[in-house]
């Protein structure tokens, strides 16, 4: 499914495309997504100016400009996009042909020489507008908790979010309301990274493992946009490649191998304890761990004792 990194990249790689440049055509081809595509919404679209793509947590924003002759089209007008478990943008260039959609096409907007397409197998995804002021107010956004790479994610505000909670950290990190978009990878990512236990209760930790948690989910997301995300199934970036971020997973989905720094402490001293990463269930999803490194509490001597007995 993608997270924040694969749509920061759907964007990034959409911008050039769409920003500033005026919709000649659209056509929905699929009424019924996630939520039904609003009635004529690619009528509403069409002649009017793209002026500026961003993202909040997963979605991606289309603010268009009006254009077109009657007065209901002056109205701001907002486009709300998310990928859902399958959705994904491609372009190609207008060739003087008929467009034909593929499967699962549901979306096509011609915009100077580029077509560009959206694609759903599954039907998760969501097209949807918004014609209210500040987008901010659309009901997507209100319940959304501050974005992990801006400023509004503060360590003081984070950290008294987590004092009284006795929820596992892991689930606080998956929570939208507390921060956005960091899906199950790069949470079980940045927890490793950090030397933390993702069943550790949230209250359980101290102020100086909540600041290095915020800075290792930072840079966990930025190294993936780096990478432009990763690919486990379905994700593709715009040009069909897949991400390459999967290459650098140093414990999500590797179950039973050792995890990168047991193995430099392994080749430095072949006496340093055998490392083999585990894997529990939490809330319905995979946790991946390595429990020397990430300690159940800082006086567990014997790693795995305590994760075997609460797996
Ligand atoms: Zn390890």
């Known amino acids: 499914m993608p997270e924040l990194p694969e749509v ?10 769409l920003e500033g440049k005026l919709i000649d055509r659209v056509e929905i081809y699929t009424k019924k997504l996630r ?3 609003p009635e004529n919404l690619g009528h509403r679209m069409e002649g009017r100016k793209i002026s500026r793509l961003s993202r909040r947590a997963k979605y ?6 009006g254009g077109a002759e009657t007065v209901e089209s002056f109205s701001p007008l907002a486009i709300i996009i998310h ?8 372009v190609e260039a207008k060739d003087g042909q008929a467009f034909q959609p593929l499967k699962h096409d549901h979306m096509m907007i011609e915009c100077g020489d580029s077509r560009i397409i959206f694609n759903d197998a599954r039907r998760f995804g969501l097209i949807d507008d918004y014609a209210g002021e500040s987008v901010e107010n659309c009901h997507y956004f209100k319940h959304l908790g501050p974005e992990p790479l801006s400023d509004a994610w503060g360590l003081g505000t984070f950290f008294d979010a987590l004092k009284s909670r006795q929820t596992s950290i892991k689930q606080m990190l998956l929570d939208q309301k507390i921060v956005v978009g960091i899906g199950n990878i790069y949470a079980n990512e940045a927890l490793y990274m950090a030397g933390i236990h993702p069943l550790r209760p949230a209250k359980s930790l101290e102020f100086y493992e909540v600041k290095s948690l915020m800075e ?9 946009i780096a990478q432009s995300g990763s690919t486990l199934r379905d ?3 715009i040009s069909g490649e897949i991400g390459g971020f999967q290459e650098h997973f140093q414990v999500y989905d590797r179950e039973g191998k050792s995890c990168p720094a047991c193995e430099k402490a392994q080749k430095n001293n ?38 075997s007995r609460l797996a």
Not at 83 to 90: A, D, E, I, P, V
Not at 216 to 224: S, Y
Not at 273 to 302: D, M, W
Request: aromatic share 10%; hydrophobic share 40%; charged share 20%.
């Open 270 to 307: 072949p006496d340093s304890p055998h490392c083999c990463v585990q894997r529990i269930v939490q809330n319905g999803r995979s946790s991946f761990f390595c429990a020397i490194k990430q300690r159940y509490t800082r006086n567990t001597e014997l790693p795995g004792v305590v994760t």
């Open 8 to 17: 920061e990249t759907t964007l990034q790689t959409l911008k050039p495309y």
């Open 216 to 224: 290792c989910v930072r840079a966990v997301l930025r190294a993936a």
């Open 83 to 90: 990928l859902g478990m399958s959705g994904r943008f491609r």
């Open 235 to 237: 994700y593709r970036r």
């Open 60 to 65: 991606m924003i289309w603010a268009l400009e």
């Open 35 to 37: 939520v039904m595509v």
